[in-house]
């Protein structure tokens, strides 16, 4: 299948998820995950009208955005080391991976050299994996007050990676777990307080039947 195809594919279901959750797939924010692949391939994504794309790797990502332009929405997705934070802040719609109040208050220190306000979203590690970056569900709450102090940084969300498990019970409790962490933030923090990220190639209809309001796909986008 081209990329076009394995979009619609996606988009479809997106859709059935969607539905079964009761929503509008309108709701749901498709994020082309573009690791690992060429500018190419990435422009055959955006002339299928994906409009949001997502990069792990700074180094990937700079000659990606020179090379693509602003054309669409840039989300950093992966684990940021606060000395590349500098190299990202002009070219980026939304850090989704903000792990550590460290990194908040380099994004908020380069933000103000730059007179910028960056959205970010907050990664949550909320089945407790070692190998996996991200506050606790328990520092969350001191996370946000944390980075109300930072005028630079807006908090629109939370973030997940969930852990690659053939347990689909155990897949939706950890989504289910996010989604009422996510309400219960939401009520606190006001409508700016909008994006749930959860959901890769392997489990987003998962994700999204749970609560979840973007996903981040790659594999099942570019894979033929």
Known sequence: MSIDENIRSVRKRIEGAAKRSGRSPDEITLVAVTKNHTVSEIQQVINSAVTNLGENRVQELLPKREALGDV???????????NKVKYIIPLIYLIQSVDSIALAREINKQCRELGKVQDVLLEVNVSGEASKYGFSPEEVLFAVDELARFKNVQIKGLMMMAPFISDIGLLRLYFAKMKELFDNLSKRQGPNFEMLSMGM????????????????????????
């Open 72 to 82: 669409v929405a840039w989300h950093f997705i992966g684990h940021l080391q606060r």
């Open 201 to 224: 190639t392997n489990d987003f209809e998962i994700a999204i039947e749970e609560g979840s309001n973007m996903v981040r796909v790659g594999t099942a986008i570019f894979t033929p």
